[in-house]
């Protein structure tokens, strides 16, 4: 009995999320009335626009994939006990690395040419947070300094490189100077899995990959390590387990994820390196990883529920013709109802385990 | 070039702008400090600002009443840092992701309410520089320091201001007890929430004059998401500072004296010998440099840690 | 046919029967004049022109998506308003996919002209273009209208920038004392770069003594980085302002402070500090906008590449009139403007 109790609590508080998004939207019911607009209309295209047709959920796919990517390396930091806010810088200079190595081995064939593009955007994307690691392992500096600071530097050098050595020459040629990379070879695109829509390789790889973590988070000895840094340095400390160490690894791990989530925004989407390539998934990712409850099983959902939002509310704004902007507060106040529910949850845990 | 650089204008150039451009860094890290201190980051500074910045310019724009618009954009902040503060201490929220949504949300609502009730924007008549008597006579260290507008002076003299009630006050005390040790402050009859609410709204206040610095004091305009980034550094700034207002202000400091001076390299490199890109990268590495490299204070023992009574 | 897609239906049936009912001329001609007030009602409206605008920075920004929307609303006056033309827009969409999702859809939706007003679109229009062939669409800034490519719906334009970039380096060799003048340049790409570029010739063609210093602030939106930029600039001497993307409003609020004269580029910027912009280069896209309705409506949808001139009246040179400007500077730039035009002089370096 206390178990189908526990299986119908469990089930309930993995909602939560949605009852969170509910709250935003009705708030958010309330200023489209105000814009004058008809809210069920406006919601009526949010829902079509993320789930209506199957062009529309495989764009809700596409948009949950890079969010997932960093989710899950924000997942892995979290464990650490760290959050990881560099995933933008950390997507970018993963962006970069992928196109580069692509377009310096234009001959290699795709077997080999889009494994190595991957692995060097997770290579940059792991050196991106690798550096907040080591400085913080070595010398005390805090993480969130850093990342900050390093998202700013990530962008400057997608600017050197976009318009200097990295520019399609085309650009030059044309004299029009858009700051984006030449087309990567054709055979490093991730295959597109169900034309004319644009959902790719990526998305499996993805959910490939939240189980990996979820594996070695739980059932290897390293995962197992950051985890008891997370949940107590100082008991982990006694146990005699490393933790500057482990911290950093969880950053260089949450680094190597959203670098390849830059790498396969550009082998799978863009099929290029431009501008705005991050496009906020690394604050998003964090958001989503909340979602999921820091857990990397249920990231995958909440990737989906929160790359639906952000396809459906596009579409609500083409639709019922409201400022985009409004789009950002609904998501706000979605992120803000979703993380403070987390202490009701937390109440009934609780009180479960004292009863 | 070089010979250039070491002139007289442009050195006072530079700690001149410098000075003025850490104003809206130092409003918005000193309103940061507290909060931390006390135990909340807040991530939602950026969102805060903007919102103040919006509501500075509105007022400023309808009733070209300068105090009214610094004002409302204070009260408005306050708002925000209550919500703040409810969603941190009642609702004990992850803090940084909170922080996220509260970005998010000031983003989203100050270009809905400029669209709304603006639309297009004429610039206004700021607050202009005020030259202090007989100080700002002194040739170069008056025209650096003496020659600012009311907000540059205000944030200045908040610093020392910050560290008395910090350091030397009853409630600076409580402010510090609750950062690192709440239950010990609790124990003792501190209410862990009152300080906390205290801590955050005020730094919300003084995130939205923050923000509301940018078109009142520095700008004149409004444009959306205007302040691209300072909130966040911000942020940074107060764990630059090591959670001491000197610090911060030495930060802001450092920051935006950087910025200065890139700016300055641009303009003397007439054959953009170093690329304009990696002068915009200095500010950022340079900070992370001298902290990596300079003396490091440990972090409020309790900061983002919720508080709950009787839990420990 | 999902319900909400047949109540949208309804909606647009709606208001195209209620247009039909209310507007007397729209004829969609070149020339079109302002809308006559509704009198001779017999007389049968024309199909409601539909388009879609999708823009990197909001509509507002005084700058490069402002210079659209207004063009397009402008259009939409001459056509008898909003039954004439519908326009529907979605504006800061900086990111690429987000752009492409909102093209394609207003495309699926039955626009007849669907602008992709940002030069990064470029690669993913191509795509959309190629699975709806009987959408017009238009894409700028950009000189590539994909013939080469098969494509038939695409419309390319864009603004040969670096003219009216000269003209305005002339006014500003003409008007400064110091012979300082500072450029607050984004970043060093697309038509900023060949404003900035073309500014530079025209001021130093024209007055050897003069000196041009550039910034880059590496993003359109930093408007504080852009104050900082303009001001370092007065410090270094400069009494004349230029600089492009929609971040300048920054630099236009120094520029009025210290009071010198502010050149604006893409949209008119008189409108953010009357007593401080001299002059603006505007990118007035009505012209190409009624050219390709016209177009559409006699059945072509695009393999046409407009270019926006000093000469055929796409890029104007508006003067505030409360800024004294003096007449032998305007004359200067007159003559420059004109050489441009008959093409004696090259802007560009």
């Given at each position: ?7 119908i ?6 909602l ?15 200023m ?10 406006a919601?009526?295209a ?11 959920f ?6 949950a ?21 560099g995933?933008e810088g950390?997507i ?16 290699l ?14 290579l ?9 690691g ?11 300094l850093?990342?900050?600071m390093?998202?700013a530097?990530?962008?400057q050098?997608?600017n ?11 650009e ?5 100077y ?27 790889l ?9 594996i ?11 985890r ?29 994820f ?10 799978g989407v ?28 249920g ?18 704004q ?38 | ?7 007289l ?16 860094y ?12 006390s ?6 500074v950026e969102?805060?600002?903007l ?17 009214l ?6 009260v408005?902040?306050?708002?925000m ?15 940084g ?13 100050s ?17 202009q ?15 650096i ?5 009311i ?13 008395w009630?910090?350091?030397?006050t ?8 609750v950062?690192v040790?709440p239950?010990?402050a609790?124990s ?9 609410y ?33 909130g966040?550094?911000?942020v940074?700034l ?5 959670w ?8 802001a ?30 500010p ?7 902290l990596?490299?300079g ?18 | 046919?999902?319900?909400?897609n ?7 049936a ?31 409206a ?17 700058a490069?998506?402002?210079s ?5 609303k ?6 008898g ?9 979605s ?17 699926g ?6 602008i ?27 000189t ?27 006014l ?34 024209t007055n050897k ?9 590496g993003?359109?939106s930093?408007?504080?980085?852009m ?8 410090k ?25 004269v ?17 002059a603006?280069q505007?990118?007035d ?15 072509k ?10 000469k ?6 508006a ?13 200067a730039?007159?003559a ?14």
């Open positions: 009995m206390s178990q189908v109790r526990r299986i609590n469990t089930s309930f508080e993995s939560l999320p949605i009852v969170g998004v509910v709250f935003a939207l009705i708030i958010g019911a309330f489209l009335l105000a814009l004058g607009a008809n809210p069920i209309t919601y009526a949010l829902i079509e626009g993320a789930f209506g047709s199957q062009y529309s495989m764009q809700t796919l596409v948009k994939t890079p969010l997932l990517l960093v989710g899950l390396g924000v997942c892995i930091a979290f464990r650490g006990g760290i959050i990881n806010i995933g950390q970018i200079v993963g962006g970069l690395a992928s196109t580069a190595l692509a377009l310096a081995m234009p001959s064939p795709g077997i080999l040419l889009l494994p190595m593009a991957l692995a060097a955007g997770m940059a994307g792991a050196i991106w947070g690798g550096v907040p080591v400085l913080k392992a070595k010398l005390g500096v805090n993480e969130i850093t990342t900050i390093m998202n530097i990530a962008m050098l997608s050197f490189l976009l318009r200097g050595p990295m520019i399609d020459p085309k030059v040629a044309a004299k029009t858009l700051p984006q990379s030449a087309p990567v070879p054709e055979q490093a695109w991730l295959l597109r899995l169900l034309p004319p829509t644009l959902l790719h390789l990526g998305t499996i993805a959910v490939v990959l939240a189980v990996l973590v979820f070695f988070l739980w059932r290897t000895t390293i995962g197992y390590r950051i008891a840094v997370g949940l107590n340095p100082s008991a982990a400390k006694y146990a005699g387990i490393n933790v500057p160490t482990y911290q950093a690894l969880a950053l260089i791990l949450g680094g190597a959203a670098g390849l989530a830059g790498a396969v925004e550009v082998l863009s099929h290029r390196m431009l501008e705005g390539v991050s496009g906020g998934y690394g604050f998003s990712g964090i958001v989503a990883a909340l979602f999921g409850k820091l857990h990397p099983l990231s995958i959902p909440a990737s989906v529920l929160f790359g639906s939002l952000l396809v459906g509310a596009d579409k609500m083409r639709a019922v013709q409201v400022p985009a902007s409004l789009i950002e507060v609904i998501l706000g106040l979605v992120v803000i109802f979703v993380v403070s529910s987390e202490l009701w949850a937390r109440r009934q845990a609780s009180k479960r385990k004292t009863s | 070039m070089l010979s250039e650089f070491f002139s204008t442009v050195l006072t150039g530079i700690a001149y702008s410098g000075i003025r451009l850490a104003t809206p130092l409003f918005a890290a000193l309103g940061e400090m507290f909060a931390q201190r135990g909340v980051v807040n991530l939602g969102g805060i600002m919102v103040g910045a919006f509501t500075g310019f509105a007022v400023a724009t309808w009733t070209s009443n300068l105090w618009a610094l004002f409302c954009a204070a408005v902040g306050i708002i840092g209550l919500a703040m503060s409810y969603i941190s201490v009642n609702m004990q929220a992850e803090q992701i909170s922080g996220i949504g509260m970005h998010l949300f000031g983003l989203g609502l270009s809905l309410l400029f669209k709304k009730w603006l639309g297009s924007t004429k610039a206004i008549t700021g607050f520089p005020i030259k202090i008597p007989i100080l700002g006579d002194i040739p170069i260290i008056g025209e320091f003496f020659n600012h507008n907000l540059v002076y205000i944030a200045f003299l908040l610093v020392p201001i910050a560290a009630v910090l350091n030397k009853t409630f600076g005390l409580k402010i510090r007890a950062g040790k239950e010990a609790d003792l009859g501190v209410s862990v929430a009152r300080i906390r205290s801590c955050v709204t005020f730094g919300g206040m003084m995130a939205g004059i923050a923000g509301a610095a940018l078109p009142l004091a520095l700008i004149n305009l409004f444009q959306e998401n205007m302040t691209s980034g300072i966040f550094i911000a940074a107060v764990y630059f500072g090591g001491s207002p000197t610090g911060v202000m030495l930060g400091l450092l920051f935006s004296l950087v910025n200065a001076l890139q700016l300055w390299i641009q303009v003397l490199d007439k054959d953009k010998v170093i690329p304009s890109d990696f002068a915009l990268m200095l950022y590495i340079m900070t992370i440099a001298v990596a490299f003396k490091r204070t440990n972090q409020p023992a309790a900061l983002t840690k919720p508080f709950e009574r009787g839990s420990h | 046919m999902s319900k909400i047949r109540r949208k239906f309804l909606t647009i709606g208001t195209l029967s209620a247009g039909a009912a209310l507007t007397a001329c729209a004829a969609p001609a070149p020339t079109a004049a302002p809308a006559a007030p509704a009198g001779g009602a017999a007389k049968p024309a199909k409601q022109f539909k388009v879609a605008m999708v823009c990197p920075s909001a509509v507002t920004d005084a490069f998506s402002q659209m929307f207004d063009a397009i402008a259009v939409q006056k001459d056509m308003g909003e039954s004439g033309l519908l326009l529907k827009y504006d800061n969409v900086f990111q690429v996919p987000n752009a492409a999702a909102a093209i394609r859809d207003y495309a939706q039955g626009f007849d002209l669907v992709a007003h940002g030069t990064q679109y470029g690669n993913s229009l191509q795509e959309i273009a190629k699975d709806f062939p009987n959408v017009a669409f238009a894409w700028g800034t950009a590539d209208n994909f013939e080469s490519k098969g494509l038939k719906n695409v419309f390319a334009y864009n603004p040969k920038a670096e003219e009216g970039g000269y003209v305005l380096g002339v500003a060799a003409k008007i400064t004392k110091s012979n300082v003048v500072g450029v607050c340049g984004p970043v060093e790409a697309g038509d900023a770069k060949t404003f900035v570029d073309g500014f530079k010739k025209g001021v130093t063609d003594a003069a000196k041009v210093n550039v910034t880059y602030t993003n359109f930093d408007v504080s980085l104050a900082a930029a303009a001001e370092t600039h007065t270094a001497g400069a009494d004349v302002l230029t600089g492009s993307s929609q971040s300048v409003v920054g630099a236009i609020g120094i520029a009025k402070d210290k009071k010198i502010w050149f604006g580029t893409q949209s008119d910027q008189a409108g953010l500090a009357p007593d401080t912009v001299g603006s505007v990118y896209w009505s012209g190409i906008v009624k050219e390709m309705i016209n177009m559409i409506n006699s059945g949808k695009g393999a046409v590449s407009f270019e926006t001139t000093l055929n009246g796409g890029l104007k040179i003067y505030n009139d409360k800024v004294n400007i003096p007449a032998d500077a305007k004359a730039a007159a420059a403007a004109k050489d441009i035009a008959d093409g004696k002089l090259k802007a560009l370096p």
